[in-house]
DNA sequence: TAGATTGTTAATCGATTAACAATC
DNA sequence: TAGATTGTTAATCGATTAACAATC
């Protein structure tokens, strides 16, 4: 643990990027990887690259570059995929049910345990190999497996009201896709995955034909 | 039509979160808001509230703020939610349907019109009311349709095929939710939603306890 | 060796924040 | 009027890009 390190959000957007394209290489028996390789992929600039490899400590050779090994071994440690965050899903619709599915997640330290939902044609379910919970399960789920982070797919409406309730049982982290800020006690982590803010950005740029991101 | 007006990213992403909280204020018989009242519900800077909506060139009165209804236009022309773009979804999955699913879009501009996949399965069904085609029968329907825009909700060993064949019929715009870089003629918009990188940035917040975005 | 590539320091660029006069 | 709020200019901050010596 080396204190307080802070990496810049771009950077860490970009992590991922990098080790999915160095994870390719490696697939292809390679086991070294400049930054000019990776930059090329991906269309970035190497010197942004070299600047984001630098945080994983890993040092590089001139004229030969990383060895991918290390430089796989570094990113996970910085984007917690070394981690096994077990999850609770709340919402079991069309998007949650998405994420459970999506395997990447459990191979990302992201680990769905259980999911709720106040549909009661979907309680007792399973999806994905997670079981639907009746939301009024939540806290003793919560509590009696130690959960601490809660992915949120439920309409607006509901989501101050849950989040208020997570706040009080012990969850740390509120992945929220839920079209609401919400308040939360400090010290909690809310991370807001706005996929209308997105579609905005989309629009945008088809209507002034900006094809750079 | 103001020539090449260029709009900050981090401003675009903003105004849709502005214009819920303004909807909510409207619909609470409020006519005018003050972007000290924005900033409260987000946790904004008024001062940043005030630049971007300064982008909308609705101009607000000392004391009594913006008449919501002039914002609530000037922010909808901005991030285009005025217009109509028929959009196909090709990769009729799990986040797929989600997508189709969600009534938000259609209110925002972008209409799924078709879903395209190529699971037998599903080929003839309906999701959400849109019919799912083979993806043979890709080309056709776009330049029968006149289509341009395309969401992909594929897995990424497919996506850059499937991006080749949309940049030779007519598609001029991308919402890539595929895990991979796309490779596309100059010109052609590609807009990438990244949930592993939100992942990415959720999990280093999570290890830090940081509670700011 | 020669030259590609690293690591780092400096320069640029853009977004956020601060300051403040204008104004209703 | 007094004071809250706008609109705008200036200062700060952080990320990207450029430059370049070190090195394998």
Known sequence: MDGVKKYPVPTIRRLPLYLRVIREMAEKGRTAVS?????????????????????????????????????????????????????VLIGAGNLGSALMGFPGFAKRGLNFVAAFDNNPAKVGQEIHGRKVYALTDLERYIEDNHIEVAVLTIPAFAAQEVADRLAKCGIRGIWNFSQLKLKVPA?????????????AVFMVRLATGCSEE
């Open 187 to 199: 010290g909690m982590v809310v991370q807001n995955e706005n996929l209308v803010s997105g579609l």
């Open 35 to 87: 930054a000019t390789d990776i930059a090329n992929a991906l269309n970035f600039d190497s010197i942004k690259v070299r600047k984001d490899l630098a945080y994983t400590q890993v040092t590089g050779k001139p004229r030969v570059g990383y060895q991918i090994q290390e430089l796989i071994n570094g990113i996970r440690a910085i984007i917690g995929w070394d981690r096994n965050a077990p999850a």
